[in-house]
């Protein structure tokens, strides 16, 4: 009888941790299948404020043909029939033909504090000659799936920095100001980079006259594009936004009124055939003033 005693309260200790409900390290049941969700595919996974879970992957659509493919499911690991087209949503980055396919690899994710979703990966071009260019990309979702276009160039910052440079991102993370660090290769080389995304900082300095958190979306130009400017004004009155070349010559001039105290927003027009360089965007506010930077790429390169 002592034996049997002794068996029925080591029985009971080596059930205790698999039963007992706040154990740390035990599956949830409750999600998907005994805890698990199954794939015939490998995917990076985002959970969003909503409690839905995205996953992103590759999807091969044919031959020449890979596509962006986003997947969200429910807080209980169930496909969301909400989401696109029966919870999957594509996206096509890049135009194949049967001479020329092309790639749209992507990488990971990360969540920005305004709720939405940047992607980042490679897109691979194959061309006729055989030859193989790789560009670097961060591409800007909202929580549905949608590109979100006031984000970068058309939704898409695309890092092509120049002729034969193999460019990829492939880890994207915030640091304690909310700005993107990016993680990625251009020509055998390890680099990271750092962009302003124009989000509330929790270490942002109070207004003053050297900085007022203004940033310019994209700080990166191809051709003839618009910038947006955001900035914070604690004074009403009149601003006027000066940008000058790095030899001092005077790009544009354009004034405009702060109507309401807070973070603004104003639509920069570049002027036609602005050349290709570095520029200096200096702003003035009723609250002070500050300088930022930008480069215009030619759509050549």
């Not at 169930?78 to 990488?107: H, Q």
Request: net charge negative; charged share 15%.
């Amino acid at each position: 009888m002592k034996k049997e005693y002794l068996l029925i309260p080591l029985f009971i200790c080596f059930l205790l941790p698999q039963t007992m409900p706040g154990q740390s390290g035990v599956l949830d049941l409750t999600f998907g299948q005994a805890g698990m969700v199954f794939s015939n595919e490998g995917f990076f996974i985002l959970p969003l404020p909503s409690k839905k879970i995205m996953a992103l992957r590759g999807l091969e659509q044919s031959v020449n043909d890979y596509d962006i493919q986003l997947h969200r499911f429910n807080y209980d690991g169930s496909p969301d029939s909400t989401f696109g087209i029966n919870s999957y949503r594509t996206i096509n980055l890049s135009e194949s033909t049967n001479a020329a396919p092309s790639v749209d690899d992507p990488a990971d994710m990360v969540l920005l504090p305004n709720g939405k979703i940047l992607v980042c990966g490679t897109i691979f071009d194959h061309y006729n000659q055989g030859a193989v260019t790789l560009d670097g990309f961060i591409l800007c979702l909202n929580e549905n799936g949608e590109i979100d276009s006031t984000f970068g160039d058309f939704g898409v910052i695309n890092l092509d920095i120049g002729d034969d440079i193999f460019e990829s991102v492939g880890y994207l993370t915030l640091d304690a100001d909310n700005k993107l660090l990016a993680v990625g290769g251009v020509s055998g080389k390890w680099v990271m980079a750092r962009f302003d995304l124009g989000l509330y900082t929790p270490t942002q300095a109070p207004i003053n006259n050297e900085t007022m958190g203004a940033s310019l979306i994209p700080n990166i130009v191809y051709g003839n594009r618009n910038l947006l400017l955001k900035y914070q004004s604690e004074k009403l009155g009149s601003c006027k936004v000066q940008v000058s070349g790095m030899d001092g010559s005077l790009a544009l001039e354009h004034s405009f009124s702060c109507f309401t105290a807070g973070w603004q927003e104003a639509i920069i027009e570049l002027p036609k055939n602005l050349a290709a360089g570095l520029y200096a965007l200096k702003l003035q506010t009723p609250s002070g003033s500050q300088t930022l930077k930008f480069v215009v790429v030619s759509e050549d390169n």
